[in-house]
Nanobody, 128 residues
Framework: QVHLVESGGGSVQAGGSLRLSCAVSGYAYGNYCMSWLRQAPGKEREGVVTFYTGDGSTSYADSVKGRFTISQDKNTLILQMNSLKPEDTAMYYC???????????????????????WGQGIQVTVSS
């Protein structure tokens, strides 16, 4: 059983930076699609960035391109968030699903319900 635990959230002023981590345990051999999703109050949960562990390919939402960067350090998925805006305020979640070798990142899950494993979420608040 794969477990995901997020850390690193908090409050920051607009223009600031935060670094979120998703620690993965119970990691079974194979490749995974891993994503950060977020949900702001009163809004639908949305995908922020997707990462395919097989080849390190990534896919970013237009709203975060050039500001957010995803990376992997051993069993931790890291989301570096720079130039934060008030509209980035949300609960951020890490999610993962097994994926066959050679999966294009465009074929990774996009919806929350399509993932197999989820973290508990962590709050990010950006003040203006």
């Amino acid at each position: 059983q794969v477990h995901l635990v997020e850390s690193g959230g908090g409050s920051v002023q607009a223009g600031g930076s935060l670094r979120l981590s998703c620690a993965v345990s119970g990691y079974a051999y194979g490749n995974y699609c891993m994503s950060w999703l977020r949900q702001a109050p009163g809004k639908e949960r949305e995908g922020v960035v997707t990462f395919y562990t097989g080849d390190g390919s990534t896919s970013y939402a237009d709203s975060v391109k050039g500001r957010f960067t995803i990376s992997q350090d051993k069993n931790t998925l890291i989301l570096q968030m720079n130039s934060l805006k008030p509209e980035d305020t949300a609960m951020y979640y890490c999610a993962a699903s097994r994926a066959p070798l050679g999966t294009p990142v465009s074929r990774c899950p996009r919806e929350w319900a399509d993932f197999t494993y989820w973290g508990q979420g962590i709050q990010v608040t950006v003040s203006s």
